[in-house]
């Protein structure tokens, strides 16, 4: 008989909100305080959740099991997937020398590591974000900045930082159209409402970045270049999230950015090139010691990850992907055992998508990755083992706060929390961006918490005589900031800078900036409800939905021809490049 989810078990939501958040003030203690390793973090808060979702919230321990069961396997595969392929590149990149060309390189643009960290943190993180998202411009841009020297804290730290502006618009905008979806509001003009909050953060950030690196005066001092990256962004941002959609902001706006700020950092250089205190003094901008064959022989793996992921995110692709290969599971004992606090029950199927995971695009990118660099196949292999023997605690780490994820959405217990949120009253606005802050912090992922609390957002909205366009777009926008927090996020993190262990440092050095930047982001949400209200674009559901409705009825069945003429595609540009480094970055030493 199917269990009804109960959302106010103690008969008082303040009481039953309270205890609801105890795992989650665990986590927040564990990390910060014991500085607890996170796979014993994750371990123990899931041992704590699942205490109070049988005691106080009454669920069946069979349910507690297999919802927590259901997160891990979703942490496998695709979001483990992501971070063992993309640190395997990086890996092989090292172990083939390919690596030191790219820092070379890098140094030649610039020796500031202020510079490097806006190019690679920022800008290259947010067009890896807008392709795939979920962790891989982390592991790809904390790796990449570990190599070049930075200490693993900042690395990491700088990374998930970075990693914030990005966020709602990532994986191709899918926390935009899950919001819409969810919600009921206008895609369109939930994008629009984004695209009016977030360009203020996509200016910041990179000063942000700078200031937390280097301090304020050092910060002030590469303000032309932090100008030029995030005004580049955030001009870009604008003005395709409002015109086009809330597909590509994020790779339009990474394009313009890294162009901009790699053109203007030819022409204009600080004075005096900053460096960590364990570097010693800069030496001056280095001198380009590689032909610029073997240069592009060098980035030819990140050229070809880039390709193979922004094919993966286009629609066609991976509707032909997922049609190609995709298996569905129902989790028995747990599909629509459930009914939730609206009466419905909730589904557990599992989707083992195959070849449209974004890591199996990473995959491909990687094994054409092999002969580029050069690496034998017994090389490559010693490569992959090594990488899976790095991985296997931030593996268990990723599993499990999935998990738990899973076990909170299953039990009520983020509806608990969602529900106290929203009786806050006028001030909602406010601690609506906390509320997609907190969905973030638990699932690690933007879209998640758009699915966990966008109806909620909206709901609410309606009661206070809020427009719902402004609160479920601040759901996605202040989620961004919980991204950096998230232990699924710094247990990639702490993957890909070898800072495997130190998961409470990073924590540590992340809490109180996500804090800030979310407060930001709901004093802004309140000018927005009752303030500058012009800044809230119109919408019209009942049109919007016919549309939607009679674009689904005109959709066709069967494999989209129209993916697979891309495919093809991706492939021949990969192979022309494959052949154009190794003919043009002959002699490379390795």
């Known amino acids: 008989m199917p269990w009804k989810m109960e959302i106010d078990p103690l008969g008082s939501l303040a009481l039953s909100a309270l205890i609801a958040a105890v795992p989650i003030l665990y986590l927040f203690w564990a990390l910060a305080y014991k500085r607890m390793k996170g796979h014993w973090a994750a371990i123990s808060a899931v041992v704590i959740a699942t205490l109070i979702a049988i005691v106080a919230y009454g669920m069946p321990i069979n349910l ?307 002969p580029v660099m050069g690496a034998s196949l017994s090389t490559a292999l010693k490569v992959a083992g090594r990488t899976l023997n790095q991985l296997k605690w931030p593996i268990v780490t990723i599993g499990t706060i999935i998990g738990f994820a899973y076990l909170y959405n299953f039990s009520g217990m983020a509806i608990t929390l969602g529900y106290a949120f929203a009786s806050t009253g006028v001030i909602f606005p406010f601690f609506a961006a906390f509320l997609g802050w907190l969905g973030v912090f638990m699932t690690g992922s933007d879209t998640s918490s758009n699915a966990l609390f966008g109806k909620l957002q909206e709901v609410t909205a309606r009661q206070i005589g809020v427009d719902p366009v402004l609160t479920v777009a601040t759901n996605s926008s202040g989620g961004v900031f919980g991204k950096m927090i998230s232990p699924q996020s710094i247990a990639v993190a702490t993957a890909a800078t070898g800072y495997v262990g130190h998961e409470g440092d990073i924590f540590r050095f992340t809490l109180k900036h996500s804090i800030i930047l979310t407060i930001m982001m709901g004093i802004i949400a309140m000018l927005q409800a009752y303030v500058f209200t012009w800044m809230i674009p119109q919408w019209e559901q009942v049109v919007v939905q016919a549309a939607q409705q009679a674009a689904k009825a005109a959709t066709p069945s069967g494999i989209p021809s129209e993916g697979i003429y891309y495919l093809i595609a991706t492939f021949v540009i990969s192979f022309m490049i494959v052949i154009l480094s190794r003919v043009m970055g002959r002699g490379v030493s390795r």
């Open 64 to 370: 507690s099991v297999l919802s927590i069961f259901n997160g891990f396997i979703f942490g496998l595969w695709p979001v483990c997937w992501i971070v063992v392929t993309a640190v395997y590149i990086y890996n092989l990149s090292v172990e083939t020398k390919q690596f030191e060309i790219i820092k070379n390189s890098l140094a030649a643009i610039s020796d500031d590591r202020r510079v490097q960290a806006v190019i690679i943190a920022f800008s290259f993180g947010a067009f890896l974000e807008g392709a795939a998202g979920f962790g891989t411009p982390v592991a790809i841009s904390a790796a990449m900045l570990a190599g070049l020297g930075f200490n693993p804290i900042y690395a990491a730290g700088i990374c998930l930082i970075a990693n914030t502006a990005p966020v709602a618009f990532g994986a191709i905008g899918i926390p935009i159209v899950v919001a819409a979806g969810v919600s009921g509001v206008d895609m369109m003009a939930i994008s629009k409402m984004v695209g009016r909050q977030l360009p203020f953060f996509s200016i910041i950030v990179p000063f942000y970045m700078a200031v937390v690196m280097a301090g304020w005066k050092k910060a002030i001092e590469i303000w032309p270049i932090l100008l030029v990256s995030g005004g580049s962004f955030a001009l870009t941002q604008f003005f395709v999230s409002n015109y086009i959609g809330p597909y590509l902001p994020d790779i339009l706006s990474a394009i313009i950015s890294i162009i901009a700020t790699v053109i203007f950092a030819k022409i204009w250089h600080p004075k005096e090139s900053w460096t960590f205190e364990h570097e010693g003094a800069a030496l001056g901008r280095a001198k380009l010691q590689f032909s610029a064959g073997q240069v592009f022989r060098a980035w030819a793996p990140f050229i070809l990850l880039s390709i193979f992921v922004a094919a993966w995110g286009i629609k066609p692709v991976k509707a032909a992907l997922d049609q190609l290969a995709t298996f569905k599971f129902p989790i028995v004992g747990l599909d629509k055992e459930v009914i939730d606090h609206l009466g419905k029950p909730k589904g557990a199927v599992y989707a083992f998508n195959l070849l449209s995971a974004a890591g199996t695009a990473i995959l491909f990118a990687g094994i054409l990755s092999i």
